[in-house]
């Protein structure tokens, strides 16, 4: 994407599932348009139609298919949500709060023995790079536990702690510049503090507040 297209800011809340990213990330949003900001939460899988197969795909079981693909289908629905969702919104100026994007793409995928790597490159052929990834980092025990003790039903294959664990090694030996490490452990307050305060250095660096 043509950075002179892009006069808005993409923030990507990233973590293993049960990090409480979601909850953050809208949150954020609602925060910043209480000041006046124009701020968008998206979230990835969409619930577009790539986005409905991919999660009809995880109660389906992902054995079902094959890495490669699996990643085709995550890089299909990037493709439709920058192209109808993120880059319009960064055009007119707005701050865009993604709850997942390619960084999940890297440690999920990845995780099924996709080169890491390869997954960035070919994502960021199709998908702005974004500002800040705020990487919510939660011991996988700790997130395995929230899960059990919050979802009824929907505990499928993606959930699977073994699974977790790679995918928390890949996001552990990312190195990114401009990946901040939130302890989500903390309480709920705490994390928002700190994930304000990020956002904030972010605004001011950018004259947007
Ligand atoms: P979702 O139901 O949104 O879970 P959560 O609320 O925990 O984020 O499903 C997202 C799942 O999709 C999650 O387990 C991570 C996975 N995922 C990938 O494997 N690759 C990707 O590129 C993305 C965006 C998500």
Excluded at 73 to 96: H, K, M, T
């Amino acid at each position: 994407m043509e950075s002179s297209e892009k006069k808005g800011l993409l923030i990507a809340f990233e973590g293993v599932d049960g990090a409480g990213k979601t909850t953050q990330a809208r949150e954020v949003c609602a925060a910043l348009a209480e000041r006046g900001v124009d701020a968008v939460y998206l979230r990835e899988p969409t619930n577009g139609p790539h986005g409905t197969r991919l999660r009809q795909l995880m109660v389906a079981g992902r054995d079902k298919v094959d890495p490669m693909e699996e990643f085709r289908l995550f890089l299909e629905d990037r493709r439709e949500d920058v192209a109808q969702n993120i880059s319009p919104a960064l055009a007119r100026g707005a701050v865009v709060c993604i709850d997942r994007y390619y960084i999940s793409s890297m440690a999920y995928q990845g995780a099924l023995g996709l080169d890491p790597e390869f997954i960035r490159v070919e994502n960021e052929k199709i998908a702005p790079v974004p500002d800040l990834i705020l990487y919510f980092h939660l011991p996988v025990e700790e997130s395995h536990a929230r899960i059990v003790a919050t979802r009824e039903g929907g505990y499928n294959l993606f959930e699977q702690q073994a699974y977790q664990e790679r995918v928390a090694a890949v996001f552990d030996g990312m190195n990114f510049p401009q990946m901040v490490k939130i302890d989500a452990a903390r309480d709920p307050a705490a994390v928002q503090q700190q994930v304000m305060a990020e956002i904030e250095k972010l605004l001011t660096s950018h004259s947007l507040v």
